[in-house]
């Protein structure tokens, strides 16, 4: 018991206990749930692939859902890593300020997805709101229902997802912070100018953060549901009707669990296959300084 790797142990414990509880067997449970007809009230009925192939041909909801979910991804992820790159480039020279501007544009990463911001938020794009109230007060008469409107409403949620730009704006900064300062200067020293210094050398030196973020922010944005939980509740027509809102209301509120299953195991597979492509292509595009030596 004195032995370190006994402590090792000991100390983990907790986490191991509660990764199995509350992780592994939940998704052991979900699987083989996804190969049932299950409503909680009763006991499970084995129905082999029934809802998946129903999921996959004839649930038209599931590809609409699905739809929403990719545009969202498409546009918030790429967007979100631009916004947290700029500000991280701001913040990346020391200042007495620098701690408390940090903190300030990491906190949307923290309570951005409470249901408090996501009220807030609605109230923000209200017909009444205060975006009409500012367009009207530099001149345009904006009464725009944003939410109600099936061309802006899914544009509410992806700027909202754009704020929450605080954690991968910290890894960012903690990337820029480990490029050499002996390229900038020599690059100077040739006479690049500061885009060409962006581009040679900053952007290349920090594709591994990209990448590390990217996957990041793919699964995050998946799994995104406050957002149209909350704030649209997938309207207007279902336009920002997300993938897990409609897999929660498969599971609790229509009572087919084992439906809601299927569709969860179908993204995490989804998911996988984005991730596996973009580590396979990575050589391509992801510049690790260790691999050029």
């Known amino acids: 018991m004195n032995s370190e790797g006994v402590a090792g142990y000991v100390f983990i414990l907790p986490f191991l206990i509660g990764f199995l509880a509350f992780i592994i067997l939940p998704m052991l449970l979900s699987f083989g749930f996804s190969f049932t ?12 692939l029934e809802n998946y192939i129903t999921m996959l041909t004839a649930d038209p909801k599931f590809w609409k859902t699905f739809g929403v979910t990719l545009y969202y991804v498409f546009f918030s992820v790429p967007l979100r890593l631009i916004m947290a790159l700029i500000v991280a480039m701001l913040l990346v020279k020391s200042t007495k300020l620098s701690g408390f501007y940090r903190a300030v544009y990491y906190l949307p990463s923290i309570i951005g997805s409470s249901v408090a911001v996501a009220i807030l938020w609605k109230r923000l794009f209200a017909s009444d709101g205060v975006i009409n109230a500012l367009l ?7 009464t725009t229902a944003w939410l109600g409107n099936s061309d802006t409403a899914i544009w509410t949620l992806i700027i909202l997802a754009i704020w929450q730009f605080g954690s991968s704006m910290l890894i960012f900064l903690s990337g820029l912070k480990q490029v050499p300062v002996s390229l900038y200067e020599s690059a100077t020293v040739d006479g690049a100018n500061g885009i060409q210094r962006f581009f040679k050398i900053t952007l290349p030196m920090l594709t591994p953060t990209i990448f590390f973020n990217l996957i990041n922010q793919i699964i995050s944005g998946f799994m995104a549901f406050t957002q149209s939980y909350i704030i649209t509740q997938g309207k207007p027509r279902d336009t920002t009707l997300f993938y897990t809102v409609y897999m929660y209301q498969n599971s609790f509120t229509y009572s087919k669990l ?11 597979l989804f998911v996988g296959l984005i991730t596996l492509i973009l580590f396979k292509t990575q050589n391509k595009w992801v510049y690790y300084e260790s691999e050029r030596k």
């Open 37 to 48: 007809r299950y409503n909680i009230l009763e006991k499970p009925t084995f129905i082999g």
């Open 258 to 268: 084992g439906y809601g299953c299927a569709m969860a195991w179908f993204m995490v």
């Open 136 to 142: 009207h007060s530099i001149g345009i008469n904006s």
